[in-house]
C-alpha cells in the first residue's frame, strides 16, 4: 500500500533519454526492416509435418536475435540496480573548485545511479556480506562526471596490480565453482592472512555495513583522495561523502540468510518501490577538504586507499542533496549498458597519484571494450553526455552517428581547424601540475605500512551490539573454512586488531590464538622487497574513538518507507487498527495486510480489506515492524497457523518493533512476547506515537542478549 503517490520527475537526461524509447502499445508487429508479421508462432516448413525451410528468415531474424541477448556480466558489481535523479548544490565551494557543479547554485544536474554488490553474479542474492558498490553518473554542463564509490570509506588493497588476486581469492573457488556471492570460504581467507593490507575494509565487512537494510539506508564514499583544483589552478585534496537522509541501517545476519530465500530481490525491489511510491531516496553530498599543504600531517598516507579519515579529524562538510527520483525504463538499456569510468571527471576535479586510483584509470575503459563490445559505447543513450560530444575518434563496431565531413585529423586547415581546443578559460581541461622528481620504481611505499591501527580503531568505536555482530561474523566466515593453519593465521591478525574480539572468535572456532605465525606476516611484497622494513607494524593509537564510525550514532528520526505487517483474519478491531494505520501512513510508513489466505479479510465493523499477503506467501524478515490488531475472532484464527506464530517470535528475535492490541490478547501468551512484556520496542496496547518512535529507533538492540533463547 504505497502513500503519498507522486509523479516520477526524472531529470534532464530522463528527458533526452525519450527520444531513444520505444513504445509498441497500439502498433502492428514487423520485423526489423518494418516488414509487417502476419505468423510468428509458426516455423515455414517442407508439409505440415514437415522439417524447417532455410529459406525462414522470419524465424532466422527472431532466433538469431535471442541467441545473441546475452552480454558479458561485469567482471565485479555483477549484480546492481539503478535509478535516474538529479543533484543540487546547497552552496558555491567556488574557493576550492572551478566546477560548476560545484559553483553554480542554480543548477539541477541529471544523474544515474547503479548500486551493487561485488563478488555475486548478476544473478546472485542481494543480502550476500558483501561491500556495496555505490557508482553516480553526474551529466553535468562541462561533459559528464563519474564518481564510482563504494559503501565503505576504504578499500581491501593499495595498488591496483592487486585486484585480480583479490577477486579471483573472493570469487567462486575455480574448480567448482562455489560458493556463490559469498566471501566465508578457503580462498579469500588465505589472500586475506596474507594480505595484512586486507584488514580493514575486511573489518567493515565484517560488521553490519556489509548488511545494509536498504541501498536508501548506507553511506557512498568516493574513497580514493582527490583533488579539487579553483580557478587560480590551487589545488585542495577531497574525499568524498554520501550521507542518507534515513540514516544508516543495517539487518542482522539471521535475516539476511533468509532474505536471499523468501525474496533474492529485496533490495532491488525497495528500491523499485520506494521511488514508484514517491518516496524518493535522498542523500546528501559532503567534502573533507585537506589543504595542500597539510599533506603530511596525517599519521597515515592521504594516498594510501585502506585509510580513512575520521570524520573526527576533518569535518565532513555537507554543500548538496541527491535525489533519486525515476526508475529506469528498462533494465538491460540503462542499468546494464551503462559504463561508468573513474576516468570521467571535469575542469575543477582532479586525480591523486594513489595507486588504486591510478589503476582504475585503465582499467574501466578497457572492461567496457570486452562488455559493451567496441569503443562506442559513449553513443549507448544511457551513457551519452547532456552536452555535446566533437573529435577526430572515427568508426568502430557499432557507430551509429554520421560524421560529416572531409577530415578526421587535427590540425587541419580544411574543416577551418574544427572540432577546435579550447582554452582554460574557456573550459578546456588541464591537469593539475603536480611537481614529480622521482626515480621509476616497482615498490609499495613504507608510508602505506601500518595495516592494524585503523581496524583497531574502527572496532574501538563500535557499539557493544555492533562489536557482537563483527564478532559473529568472523566466527561464521571463519566456520565455513576447511584449513584450520588459514583460520589460525586470521586469529592471530584479529589478535593484533583486538585480543578480545579474538578470543570471542577462537571461542567459536574451537581454536587457541597461535602465539605466532609464519613470517614475514605480509606477503603481499616483492620478492627482492626489504622484509623487514615491509612489515605492519604494531598498532597505533592516534584517536580514541571516532564516534561517526558507529550506526549508533546515525539518524533515528524518519518511518517513512518502513514496512509494517499487520497481522489480520476476520473479525479484526476496525476501531484500534484504523487508529494505527492512519498514525503510521501519515509518517509515510508502508503497511501490508497479512492473513491466513489472499483475497480480501472482513473486519468486525463489516468491512472488506484487501489482504497484500497471505502468510504462506511471505516472512517476517521482509518486514520492519509487526502490528497485530485486537479481535477475538481473528486473533483465534492467527493462533491456529503455526507460522503466524513464528512470524511473531522471528521478528522478536531480530529486535524489531512489535505493537499488540489488548493485554488479553491470546497471542502474547502463545509466543515469547509473554516474556518480552518489559521490552522498550514491545508495545502492548499503547498509542500509535510510542509504536512510531520504536521503528524510527530501527531495532532495539537492547534485547540482543535475551533473544538467543528464542528458537526462532
Ligand atoms: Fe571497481 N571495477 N575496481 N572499484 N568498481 C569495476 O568496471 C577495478 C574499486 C566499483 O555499477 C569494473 O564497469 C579495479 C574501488 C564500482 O557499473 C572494473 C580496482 C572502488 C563498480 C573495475 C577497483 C570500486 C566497479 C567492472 C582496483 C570504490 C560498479 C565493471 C584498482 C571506490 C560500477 C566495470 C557499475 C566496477 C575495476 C577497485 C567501485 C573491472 C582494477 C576502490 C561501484 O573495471
Redesign the pocket.
Known amino acids: 500500500m504505497a502513500t503519498n503517490k507522486k509523479e516520477n520527475l526524472g531529470s534532464a537526461k530522463t528527458e533526452a533519454l525519450k527520444a531513444s524509447e520505444k513504445d509498441s502499445t497500439g502498433k502492428v508487429m514487423t520485423t526489423n526492416q518494418g516488414l509487417k508479421v502476419n505468423d510468428t508462432n509458426n516455423s515455414l516448413k517442407s508439409g505440415e509435418r514437415g522439417s524447417t525451410l532455410l529459406e525462414d528468415f522470419l524465424l532466422r531474424e527472431k532466433i538469431t536475435s535471442f541467441d545473441h541477448e546475452r552480454i558479458p556480466e561485469?567482471?565485479?558489481?555483477?549484480r546492481?540496480s539503478?535509478a535516474h535523479g538529479v543533484f543540487e548544490l546547497y552552496e558555491s565551494i567556488e574557493q576550492y573548485s572551478k566546477a560548476g557543479i560545484f559553483t553554480d547554485v542554480k543548477r539541477t544536474t541529471p544523474v544515474f545511479v547503479?548500486?551493487?554488490t561485488?563478488a555475486g553474479s548478476k544473478g546472485s542474492p542481494d543480502l550476500a556480506r558483501d561491500?556495496?558498490?555505490?557508482?553516480v553518473k553526474f551529466y553535468t554542463q562541462e561533459g559528464t562526471w563519474d564518481l564510482?564509490?563504494?559503501n565503505m570509506p576504504i578499500?581491501?588493497?593499495q595498488?591496483?596490480?592487486?585486484?585480480?588476486d583479490?577477486?579471483h581469492s573472493v570469487k567462486p573457488e575455480p574448480n567448482k565453482e562455489i560458493p556463490q556471492a559469498a566471501s566465508a570460504h578457503d580462498t579469500f581467507y588465505d589472500f586475506v592472512s596474507h594480505t595484512t593490507e586486507t584488514l580493514h575494509n575486511h573489518i567493515w565487512v565484517m560488521s553490519d555495513r556489509a548488511i545494509p537494510r536498504s541501498f536508501r539506508m548506507m553511506e557512498g564514499?568516493?574513497?580514493?583522495t582527490f583533488r579539487l583544483i579553483n580557478d587560480k589552478n590551487e589545488s585542495h585534496f577531497v574525499r568524498f561523502h554520501w550521507k542518507p537522509k534515513l540514516g544508516v541501517h543495517s539487518l542482522t545476519w539471521d535475516e539476511a540468510v533468509k532474505i536471499n530465500g523468501a525474496d533474492a530481490d529485496f533490495h532491488r525491489r525497495d528500491l523499485w518501490d520506494a521511488i514508484d511510491a514517491g518516496q524518493f531516496p535522498e542523500w546528501e553530498l559532503g567534502v573533507q577538504i585537506i589543504p595542500q599543504e597539510d599533506e603530511f600531517k596525517f599519521e597515515f598516507d592521504l594516498l594510501d586507499?585502506t585509510k580513512l579519515i575520521p570524520e573526527e579529524m576533518v569535518p565532513v562538510k555537507i554543500i548538496g542533496k541527491m535525489t533519486l527520483n525515476k526508475n529506469p525504463e528498462n533494465f538491460f538499456a540503462e542499468t546494464e549498458q551503462?559504463?561508468?569510468?573513474?576516468g570521467h571527471i571535469v575542469p575543477g576535479i582532479d586525480f591523486t597519484n594513489d595507486?588504486?586510483?591510478?589503476?582504475?584509470l585503465?582499467?574501466?575503459?578497457?572492461?567496457?571494450l570486452s562488455?559493451l563490445g567496441g569503443p562506442n559505447f559513449n553513443q549507448i543513450p544511457i551513457n551519452r553526455p547532456v552536452v555535446e560530444s566533437h573529435n577526430n575518434q572515427r568508426d568502430g563496431m557499432m557507430q551509429t552517428e554520421i560524421n560529416k565531413g572531409q577530415t578526421a585529423y587535427f590540425p587541419n586547415s580544411l574543416s577551418g581547424g574544427c572540432p577546435h581546443l579550447a582554452k582554460m578559460a574557456e573550459g578546456g581541461f588541464h591537469s593539475y601540475e603536480e611537481r614529480i622528481d622521482a626515480k621509476k620504481i616497482r615498490t609499495r611505499s613504507a608510508s602505506f605500512n601500518d595495516h592494524f591501527s585503523q581496524p583497531a580503531l574502527f572496532y574501538r568505536s563500535l557499539a557493544k551490539w555492533e562489536q557482537q555482530h563483527v564478532a559473529d561474523a568472523y566466527t561464521f566466515e571463519l566456520g565455513k573454512c576447511n584449513h584450520d593453519h588459514i583460520k589460525e593465521r586470521m586469529l592471530w591478525l584479529i589478535a593484533e586488531i583486538d585480543e578480545d574480539l579474538a578470543k570471542k572468535v577462537a571461542k567459536g572456532l574451537g581454536l587457541e590464538i597461535p602465539s605466532d605465525i609464519e613470517r614475514p606476516i605480509n606477503q603481499a611484497i616483492g620478492a627482492d622487497a626489504n622484509i623487514e622494513e615491509q612489515q605492519p607494524p604494531k598498532k597505533k593509537n592516534y584517536l580514541d574513538s571516532a564516534p561517526t564510525l558507529s550506526q549508533a550514532n546515525t539518524k533515528f528520526d524518519s518511518i517513512v518507507s518502513r514496512k509494517i505487517a499487520v497481522l489480520v483474519a476476520n473479525g479484526f478491531s476496525m476501531k484500534n487498527y484504523k487508529a494505527m494505520a492512519d498514525a503510521l501512513e501519515k509518517e509515510g510508513a508502508v503497511l501490508n495486510l497479512v492473513a491466513p489466505h489472499g483475497g480480501m479479510v472482513t473486519c468486525d465493523a463489516g468491512m472488506k480489506h484487501k489482504v497484500d499477503a497471505a502468510i504462506m506467501t511471505t516472512e517476517s524478515v521482509l518486514f520492519d515492524a509487526v502490528y497485530i490488531p485486537g479481535g477475538k475472532e481473528s486473533v483465534n484464527e492467527l493462533m491456529g497457523e503455526a507460522k503466524f506464530l513464528k512470524f511473531i517470535n522471528e521478528a522478536l528475535k531480530h529486535c524489531k518493533a512489535i505493537a499488540v492490541d489488548g493485554k488479553d490478547n491470546a497471542l502474547i501468551d502463545k509466543t515469547y512476547l509473554a516474556k518480552f512484556k518489559d521490552d522498550a520496542a514491545v508495545l502492548i496496547d499503547e498509542k500509535p506515537d510510542a509504536f512510531i518512535n520504536a521503528i524510527k529507533q530501527h531495532r532495539n538492540w537492547d534485547r540482543s542478549e535475551k533473544v538467543k533463547e528464542i528458537p526462532a
Open positions: 561485469r567482471i565485479v558489481h555483477a546492481g539503478a547503479r548500486f551493487s561485488v561491500v556495496r558498490g555505490f557508482a564510482v564509490g563504494n578499500f581491501f588493497i595498488d591496483a596490480i592487486k585486484f585480480p583479490l577477486i564514499f568516493g574513497i580514493h586507499p551503462v559504463a561508468f569510468l573513474p595507486p588504486l586510483l591510478q589503476g582504475r585503465f582499467s574501466y575503459r578497457d572492461t567496457q562488455r
